[in-house]
């Protein structure tokens, strides 16, 4: 117990990360019922892309209450507010998030004071994550009610922060910036080392994507996960993208969009080829290596296993 597991309702101090197309109720559902805190992620559950907003959110309610028919334990549900322009998406989602009463959002983008208080007033608990952690947005997350504040390292898996700067030093200077509120570390934490490390860099608990997309539970597509298996942070292919970076296992793909980065190809070039979310689905959750992309974390090291989600989070915690 510490205030993260508090504040949150948990056992163990360990957050699995929303991801887009690969999480759903029985992942969400093991790690709330190991005692961590599970997350239900853009698409959680489908496998066809649906354009509706409103289709979206209902799909997002079916899950929430698929996961409660599986845990009583709290979960929490991703919030992605688009940062410039309209966002269609956000307002029938928290409709969603609020008659369903969730318990937690997992908030990422920069901090914004009237859906925190608006989630304050539905008696949400708020774990804020920026995609580019600085101590300037993690006092202002702090200042408008998060409970919660994570700082990712250039380690994770996912849309990468645009300034590179690894878990090791981005922990220490978030913790440092923030008054009162427990921070999480991110990015590449896979193993029982990671975790006493983050926590003796000041955070108070970590949030994992890449280790639960390998776990029995997950969603990824079989092939993948023996993939990840037999590799290691060295085999992780980095390219410039739209908004910055990210990292994919090799494939076809992947190798071209290397090859275009070292040929000066633009940013916005080099996103179009990647075909944003939808080939992450064509390469993670359908399987086809050359024709999507694989994005892992450089925690990669040190999964040797398949496990489940509880030995995942028991091994995490084992010194807690
Ligand atoms: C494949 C993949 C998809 C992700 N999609 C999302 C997402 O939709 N929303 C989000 O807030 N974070 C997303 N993330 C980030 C994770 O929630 C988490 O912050 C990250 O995985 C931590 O780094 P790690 O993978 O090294 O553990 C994604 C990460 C991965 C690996």
Not at 11 to 25: C, F
Not at 152 to 158: A, L, V
Not at 173 to 181: A, G, K, N, P, R
Not at 182 to 192: E, K, L, T, W
Request: charged share 20%.
């Amino acid at each position: 117990m510490n205030r993260v597991c508090k504040i949150l309702g948990i056992e163990k101090p360990v957050i699995q990360g929303p991801m887009v197309w690969l999480t759903d109720a029985k992942l969400a559902a093991a790690v709330s019922n190991a005692g961590g805190l599970g997350s239900l992620g853009p698409n959680a559950g489908q496998t066809e892309v649906t354009r509706d907003p409103d289709g979206t959110a209902e799909n997002m309610r079916a899950e929430i209450r698929k996961l409660r028919e599986m845990s009583s334990k709290p979960f929490s549900v991703n919030v992605l507010p688009v940062q410039n322009g309209t966002d269609i998406y956000t307002p029938p989602m928290l409709k969603v998030i609020y008659e369903e009463k969730v318990p937690v959002v997992t908030f990422v983008g920069e901090p914004d004071e009237a859906m925190f208080s608006e989630f304050k007033s539905h008696g949400i608990k708020i774990v804020y994550r920026s995609l580019n952690p600085t101590p300037e947005n993690s006092r202002m997350a702090e200042k408008f009610g998060a409970d919660i504040i994570v700082a990712t390292g250039f380690d994770e898996g996912g849309t990468l922060p645009s300034k590179v700067i690894g878990t090791f030093s981005i922990v220490p200077l978030i913790v440092d910036s923030v008054e009162h509120t427990p921070v999480m570390a991110a990015g590449g934490i896979a193993d029982n080392r990671a975790f006493n490390a983050a926590l003796a860099l000041g955070a108070e608990g970590v949030y994992c994507g890449t280790a639960f997309l390998m776990s029995k539970e997950s969603r990824m597509a079989e092939n993948v996960k023996q993939a990840v298996l037999s590799a290691n942070a060295f085999d992780l292919l980095l390219f410039r993208t739209v908004p910055a970076y990210y990292r994919s296992l090799p494939g076809e793909l992947a190798n071209e969009l290397v090859a275009m980065d070292k040929a000066g190809a633009t940013n916005e070039e080099l996103g179009k080829k990647m075909g944003g979310f939808a080939n992450l689905r064509v390469g993670m959750l359908q399987g086809d290596m050359n024709k999507g992309y694989v994005s892992v974390g450089n925690g990669i090291s040190h999964i040797r296993e398949i496990l489940s989600a509880k030995q995942i989070i028991d091994n995490l915690t084992k010194d807690f």
